[in-house]
T-cell receptor
Framework: LAKTTQPISMDSYEGQEVNITCSHN???????ITWYQQFPSQGPRFIIQ???TKVTNEVASLFIPADRKSSTLSLPRVSLSDTAVYYC?????????????FGTGTRLTVIP | EPEVTQTPSHQVTQMGQEVILRCVPI?????FYWYRQILGQKVEFLVS????????KSEIFDDQFSVERPDGSNFTLKIRSTKLEDSAMYFC?????????????FGPGTRLTVT
């Protein structure tokens, strides 16, 4: 399993764009990068996933450079409700069950 | 939108007692999971289940733990003799297909308190 490293915490003001970078130096060829979000006392929730370059959905964008050793989750114009812990995970696309191994994540606090 | 449900939301039990945590995964999903999160710590994988058998389990999932899919809808986690350190949030999750391209949907969790 590729180990991931991300900042423990970040603060941002409402309305700003937030970028959270995750390092995964030992990522393997078959690995995908996935981000989950967890609000207090709730289960994690899938945000976005990608393999290379850029992926965008209605919630976020994910930027992955060519060497894939890092990835950046971008949240446009955050609001107070985006305060949560964000997890970067790396997993093999081929393996069936794909058990998720969460790190400590990045605790994002959005300030009014 | 379909969702994973879990009951009860909070369970208090005495040390040494057996508890069963219940989950109803999303109906057309094939893979089922249990995770736990001790207060203030990270989410930890316990077990995955596919085709009516355990696919993989972590070191945490020792002989005190068992899982079952007793019918077509429920997925349960049993802890035979609870310890104080079993106090945690327990999350059930499910996903539709093979591979990481299928996201896991998590339930709201059951808070287990062992006294």
């Amino acid at each position: 399993l590729a180990k991931t490293t991300q900042p423990i915490s970040m603060d941002s003001y409402e309305g700003q764009e937030v970028n959270i970078t995750c390092s995964h130096n030992n990522i393997a060829t078959n690995d995908y990068i996935t981000w989950y979000q967890q609000f207090p006392s709730q289960g994690p929730r899938f945000i976005i996933q990608g393999y290379k370059t850029k992926v965008t959905n209605e919630v976020a964008s994910l930027f992955i450079p060519a060497d894939r050793k890092s990835s950046t989750l971008s949240l446009p114009r955050v609001s107070l409700s985006d305060t949560a812990v964000y997890y970067c995970l790396v997993g093999d696309i081929i393996t069936g069950a794909n058990n998720l191994f969460f790190g400590t994540g990045t605790r994002l606090t959005v300030i009014p | 939108e379909p969702e994973v449900t879990q009951t009860p939301s909070h369970q208090v039990t005495q040390m040494g007692q057996e508890v069963i945590l219940r989950c109803v995964p999303i109906s057309n999903h094939l893979y089922f999971y249990w995770y736990r999160q001790i207060l203030g710590q990270k989410v930890e994988f316990l077990v995955s289940f596919y085709n009516n058998e355990i696919s993989e389990k972590s070191e945490i999932f020792d002989d005190q733990f068992s899982v079952e899919r007793p019918d077509g809808s429920n997925f349960t986690l049993k802890i035979r003799s609870t310890k104080l350190e079993d106090s945690a949030m327990y999350f059930c999750a499910s996903k539709r297909g093979q591979g990481i391209v299928y996201e896991q949907y998590f339930g709201p969790g059951t808070r287990l308190t062992v006294t």
